[in-house]
């Protein structure tokens, strides 16, 4: 078991919730990484944040975008990723771009919905895959497409949006009731 | 010679307590409330009620991080940065490691709080009493010394500190785990229930309770009832845990005995060879590097177990060359603390028309049934779980397949059921397992710093079995689905339940304090934080902290009036 599932075990034994921080704070990341400028170029935010969008896309309530996911992502990789880590996203996110090329002859963020969503669904596919590989070694490489949908997840969900429209958030719930009736359809607690 | 005298005055009080964390809140409440005029120094920085909780009330989206640290801080905590407790969420309650550093033979995780307060802004609250099968424990095993105390001797005074300090949880009528005086219990889920009901039928030797927690559900003066936000380690605005600021504290100022001075390191406590006692403490103050004295009739030392044990080992004198009351020699070891990070988990199915609402800041409990009665194991002592039920959320996307709208709406709605119980077990006292002054490395106030050797054994390892597959046992006979078992590994230290190394005894050959939290051979110092712990027991301590101290103090003023200290 991975240091992710042991503190999420951890959450669930002290009989919370999981915290978005507390999943957040998993992967180790050791060195102190000056500014990346790669990182910051305005190209790069307009990748993620059509990335962003089209895992957590606009629907009856807002999406990425709206939530500055790309935002978020920056900030994350710069401040608490290593280096490494951080090349490993830049070099996905060409990866995107030639996969969108080879497809459909054009950039990622030039596609449409459907397109994006298509080529997005295939690397997904590989991610699960490449992390449910055998002969698992310690220093492997994280998939660079883990790194964004768990960034865009936690960016997401904590976000104000994210927490108030698409999830229902109480700051004070004053009390606690341990077995309130559920429906299908009623949103889930953010935090 | 004037001046000196004068500031010798100024400098003195009627007792000194070292910390003013959990253990030192209430010994500064204690002696105060007996009327003694009292300095309680701590080496962290002011935190005032309430007003200095600057992220309490802070949404999850004012944290640009969402809780984690950045690379930058990792460079100044690099022992911290191993596990969750240091966080984005409260970063600056926590010790800077770069400028106090330790070594390590083996690891050992070392969290040391760096505000008024200590850890008892921070501590996980759990709240359980000592049962006359821990205090036992050592005699009947034959293992270390025997405690110098009994449940009947500690057992008003957890009435007492319960009381004022304010525990919720449920009598349960258990010789292993005694009642207390409780505030309402915090209600079970439905999953907690079912499962309570299913495992209880299956194993008569073993309950599930509420966890028993220093969250009031009931108001106390100066204090609101508990509202369910589960933000407790960023200080409570409410006042709803136990902490010093929110209850000793403001009761050791009501007095007007109180003086608390913050930013002072205690370097060393003063012995005076011709009077054959302790006269009173070295200071450093943090920001000026400047090294006062204090003085007082009676110290109490409670600068967290190993903050303690650095004292007194730092306190060298013509009588005590191996650190104040050492005679015995046993300073520094017998290093304790719980092991854990292993237990199992399985989702539950037929309640996905159940939820909740609130966030509970605490679990249930299962207490310690092994190695009870006729129940005899492979391996001495014994663990207790703490475990919960919830429904998953977004997070479980991370792992799943799928991007998109329908992906999205997904996540928007709660997922399964699933329970988890993690065991918390006992560990022996080993000699072996020590801590030791380091003089070739200095602190940032030219300080030596402390060393640590302590592992956990074969009876850490074989216990740990049935810490697991207990868990799995019972998860099964509660009908859970795809129960998965674990074993992290724990360090110690990882628990933060870190006890031991300055202990209590019959003896004064074998230990360091007696059964007054005394030191044997310096009768005007007494240890009464986790430093003085002769076993570990398997329950959280600090409720057992809080009692030994208002008992100790409550002899230490009655000696003092006689004229024996």
């Given at each position: 078991m991975n240091r992710r599932d042991a503190i999420k075990n951890?959450?669930?034994?002290?009989?919370?919730?999981?915290?978005?921080?507390?999943?957040?704070?998993?992967?180790?990341?050791?060195?102190?990484?000056?500014?990346?400028?790669?990182?910051?170029?305005?190209?790069?935010?307009?990748?993620?944040?059509?990335?962003?969008e089209t895992i957590i896309p606009e629907t009856g309530t807002p999406g990425a975008k709206a939530a500055k996911v790309d935002d978020f992502i920056v900030t994350m990789m710069n401040d608490c990723y290593?280096?490494?880590?951080?090349?490993?996203?830049?070099?996905?996110?060409?990866?995107?771009?030639?996969?969108?090329?080879?497809?459909?002859?054009?950039?990622?963020?030039?596609?449409?919905?459907?397109?994006?969503?298509?080529?997005?669904t295939?690397?997904?596919?590989?991610?699960?895959?490449?992390?449910k590989r055998e002969n698992k070694g310690k220093d492997d490489p994280t998939h660079y497409f883990q790194f964004i949908k768990e960034l865009t997840l936690l960016g997401y969900f904590s976000s104000e949006p994210g927490a108030t429209k698409a999830l229902r958030y109480v700051a004070v719930p004053g009390k606690f009731e341990g077995c309130v009736p559920y429906k299908k359809g009623d949103k889930a607690w953010a935090v | 010679m004037n001046l000196n005298i004068k500031a010798q005055?100024?400098?003195?009080?009627?007792?000194?307590?070292?910390?003013?964390?959990?253990?030192?809140?209430?010994?500064?409440?204690?002696?105060?409330?007996?009327?003694?005029?009292?300095?309680?120094?701590?080496?962290?920085?002011?935190?005032?009620?309430v007003k200095d909780y600057d992220t309490a009330t802070k949404d999850p989206w004012e944290f640009a991080h969402r809780g984690r640290i950045t690379n930058e801080q990792k460079e100044t905590h690099p022992k911290l940065k191993r596990d969750y407790p240091y966080s984005e969420h409260n970063e600056k309650f926590w010790i800077k490691d770069s400028d106090s550093p330790y070594n390590e033979v083996k690891r050992f995780d070392w969290y040391r709080p760096d505000i008024v307060g200590g850890k008892s802004i921070m501590w996980g609250r759990q709240s359980y009493r000592w049962s006359d099968i821990d205090f036992e424990a050592n005699l009947k095993d034959g293992i270390a010394v025997d405690w110098p105390i009994r449940y009947k001797d500690i057992a008003p005074w957890y009435d007492y500190v319960e009381t004022f300090a304010g525990i919720s949880g449920q009598a349960e009528?258990?010789?292993?785990?005694?009642?207390?005086?409780?505030?309402?219990?915090?209600?079970?889920?439905?999953?907690?229930?079912?499962?309570?009901?299913?495992?209880?039928?299956?194993?008569?030797?073993?309950?599930?309770?509420?966890?028993?927690?220093?969250?009031?559900?009931?108001?106390?003066?100066?204090?609101?009832?508990?509202?369910?936000?589960?933000?407790?380690?960023?200080?409570?605005?409410?006042?709803?845990?136990?902490?010093?600021?929110?209850?000793?504290?403001?009761?050791?100022r009501a007095t007007g005995n109180l003086?608390?001075?913050?930013?002072?390191?205690?370097?060393?406590?003063?012995?005076?060879?011709?009077?054959?006692?302790?006269?009173?403490?070295?200071?450093?103050?943090?920001?000026?590097?400047?090294?006062?004295?204090?003085?007082?009739?009676?110290?109490?030392?409670?600068?967290?177990?190993?903050?303690?044990?650095?004292?007194?080992?730092?306190?060298?004198?013509?009588?005590?060359?191996?650190?104040?009351?050492?005679?015995?020699?046993?300073?520094?070891?017998?290093?304790?603390?719980?092991?854990?990070?292993?237990?199992?988990?399985?989702?539950?199915?037929?309640?996905?028309?159940?939820?909740?609402?609130?966030?509970?800041?605490?679990?249930?409990?299962?207490?310690?049934?092994?190695?009870?009665?006729?129940?005899?194991?492979?391996?001495?002592?014994?663990?207790?779980?703490q475990g919960g039920a919830s429904r998953s959320g977004w997070q479980r996307g991370i792992a799943e397949m799928g991007v998109g709208k329908d992906f999205k709406e997904a996540l928007t709605e709660p997922g399964t059921?699933?329970?988890?119980?993690?065991?918390?077990?006992?560990?022996?006292?080993?000699?072996?397992?020590?801590?030791?002054?380091?003089?070739?490395?200095?602190?940032?106030?030219?300080?030596?710093?402390?060393?640590?050797?302590?592992?956990?054994?074969?009876?850490?390892?074989?216990?740990?079995?049935?810490?697991?597959?207990?868990?799995?046992?019972?998860?099964?006979?509660?009908?859970?689905?795809d129960i998965h078992t674990f074993d992290n590994g724990s360090y110690p230290g990882m628990a933060i339940h870190e006890m031991g190394?300055?202990?209590m005894g019959r003896d004064p050959k074998t230990s360091v304090l007696n059964g007054w939290n005394q030191v044997h051979s310096v009768k005007n110092v007494f240890v009464t934080d986790g430093a003085c712990m002769t076993s570990a027991a398997c329950v959280n301590p600090s409720l057992t902290y809080m009692a030994l101290t208002a008992r100790a103090v409550d002899y230490a003023v009655k000696e003092m009036k006689k004229g024996n200290i």
């Open positions: 951890v959450a669930l034994l002290l009989g919370s919730a999981i915290s978005a921080s507390t999943l957040a704070a998993l992967d180790g990341c050791t060195s102190s990484a000056p500014k990346n400028y790669a990182l910051q170029a305005p190209e790069t935010k307009s990748t993620l944040a059509e990335i962003a290593e280096q490494k880590d951080q090349q490993i996203l830049l070099d996905g996110l060409k990866k995107i771009d030639e996969a969108s090329n080879k497809q459909y002859k054009k950039a990622f963020v030039d596609l449409t919905a459907e397109q994006k969503t298509a080529i997005l295939e690397i997904d596919k590989e991610r699960v895959a490449y992390n | 005055e100024q400098n003195t009080y009627d007792a000194i307590v070292i910390g003013s964390g959990v253990s030192g809140g209430w010994a500064a409440k204690e002696l105060t409330e007996k009327g003694l005029k009292v300095l309680m120094l701590d080496r962290g920085k002011p935190l005032e009620h009528g258990l010789p292993q785990l005694p009642d207390g005086k409780f505030m309402p219990a915090m209600p079970m889920n439905c999953v907690e229930t079912e499962v309570k009901k299913r495992v209880e039928a299956k194993f008569k030797d073993r309950r599930i309770t509420m966890g028993r927690v220093a969250n009031i559900t009931q108001p106390l003066p100066g204090r609101t009832q508990c509202q369910f936000r589960n933000l407790c380690s960023r200080g409570c605005p409410f006042g709803a845990y136990f902490s010093t600021q929110s209850s000793t504290l403001p009761a050791a003086t608390l001075r913050p930013d002072s390191i205690v370097n060393s406590i003063i012995y005076d060879d011709a009077k054959g006692k302790a006269t009173g403490v070295k200071v450093i103050d943090k920001h000026t590097k400047e090294m006062t004295e204090y003085y007082a009739k009676i110290i109490f030392v409670n600068g967290s177990t190993l903050g303690s044990t650095f004292v007194l080992m730092n306190s060298i004198s013509k009588r005590f060359p191996n650190g104040l009351g050492n005679d015995s020699g046993v300073l520094g070891k017998y290093l304790m603390d719980h092991h854990f990070r292993t237990g199992a988990s399985g989702t539950v199915e037929g309640f996905d028309d159940h939820y909740y609402f609130g966030r509970r800041a605490n679990g249930i409990y299962v207490p310690r049934y092994r190695n009870i009665g006729s129940d005899k194991r492979d391996y001495l002592r014994g663990f207790g779980y059921w699933s329970m988890g119980l993690g065991g918390f077990g006992e560990c022996l006292p080993y000699e072996q397992n020590q801590v030791t002054l380091d003089n070739s490395v200095k602190d940032a106030w030219g300080q030596p710093v402390l060393k640590f050797d302590a592992g956990f054994f074969e009876n850490e390892t074989k216990m740990r079995k049935d810490m697991m597959n207990d868990a799995a046992e019972m998860l099964e006979a509660a009908g859970a689905k190394t300055a202990r």
